[in-house]
């Protein structure tokens, strides 16, 4: 069944002076413009696109992938604000993504960036976007394990830590005192979950826990010591963010890993670094 606000694969049906028409099944036909169809794409063939509808409100398919589809949580930035309707976002399609003032949790204005949940109206199937997040939360019993790794949207800033949104759906916590540095709004990144709790709330982590992230580290920081020749400009004294932008951990993880290789006399600490030992 196709579905407006996702990605479809549909059929070709015929050719127009408009560009194609396809099959949109329970939707009938759709229009796919001809500047959008791929230079390979004939009748019969199946076409990957996104349905939505365009600024004269007709429903129309592109092969242009929106930054985010209905049913998932996004951090947009806001192009303009009408004052009759409401704000539009930057999603990456021809026609903005409407964020209706009655969706809006707090004003908004030109070129800030905000989280909002993408969803179709019931009354007009037209996609629109709502920064009320707390109504879109999936609330069912989560189907996660302790140690899942899963995307992670950091949402809200509490006095404990940081409420984060898990895979489009669940809500959960990264504790301030279990984090090496601050995170920011609207940061997306792998994380893992700690634990579900009885009341069913969940506990999320930055990185993974214990050996199942200290082994593999220690492995890859290894790997690309000898690919460099053998040193590495990075010791258990370097500057966090730096860590993270090029190994995508903590420091604190970055600091076991170093002391696993140490232990192992794998390497040594030299020169404001570390260098591979040759013959351990």
């Known amino acids: 069944m196709a579905q407006i606000g996702k990605q479809n694969r549909l059929n070709l049906l015929r050719e127009s002076p408009q560009g194609v028409y396809l099959d949109g099944e329970n939707l009938g036909e759709i229009l796919l413009p001809g500047y959008l169809v791929p ?58 993504l ?25 009354q007009n199937d037209r996609i ?33 830590g940081y409420r984060a949104i898990i895979e489009n759906s669940h809500t959960g916590l990264l504790y301030k005192s279990e984090l090496s540095e601050p995170l920011e709004y609207g940061q997306s990144f792998q994380g893992y979950i700690k634990e579900i709790r009885p009341d069913g709330k969940i506990d999320l982590r930055r990185d993974a826990a214990g050996y199942r992230r200290v082994l593999p580290l220690a492995e890859d920081i290894f790997d690309r010591m000898v690919e460099e020749g ?30 696993s290789l140490y232990k192992q006399r794998r390497i040594r600490f030299e020169r404001e670094g570390i260098e591979v030992v040759r013959n351990p």
């Open 230 to 259: 053998g040193y590495l400009p990075f010791n258990d004294k370097s500057d966090p963010d730096k860590i993270r932008a090029v190994f995508g951990v903590s420091k604190k993880a970055f600091k076991q890993a170093l002391g």
């Open 39 to 96: 230079d390979w794409a004939k009748v019969g063939d199946v076409v990957d696109v996104f349905l939505y509808r365009d600024s004269e409100d007709r429903l129309i398919a592109t092969t242009k992938s929106p930054k985010v589809q209905a049913g998932q949580f996004a951090y947009l930035e806001v192009l303009e604000v009408n004052e009759r309707i409401g704000a539009f976002l930057d999603w990456g399609l021809e026609k903005d």
């Open 128 to 160: 629109v976007a709502s920064a009320r997040l707390n109504r879109h939360w999936n609330l069912t019993e989560a189907d996660f394990q302790a140690g899942d790794p899963v995307q992670l949207l950091v949402a809200e800033e509490t006095p404990m």
């Open 98 to 122: 409407l964020l209706p003032f009655r969706e809006q949790k707090t004003t908004v204005r030109p070129g800030q960036k905000i989280i909002v949940y993408v969803l179709v109206d019931d």
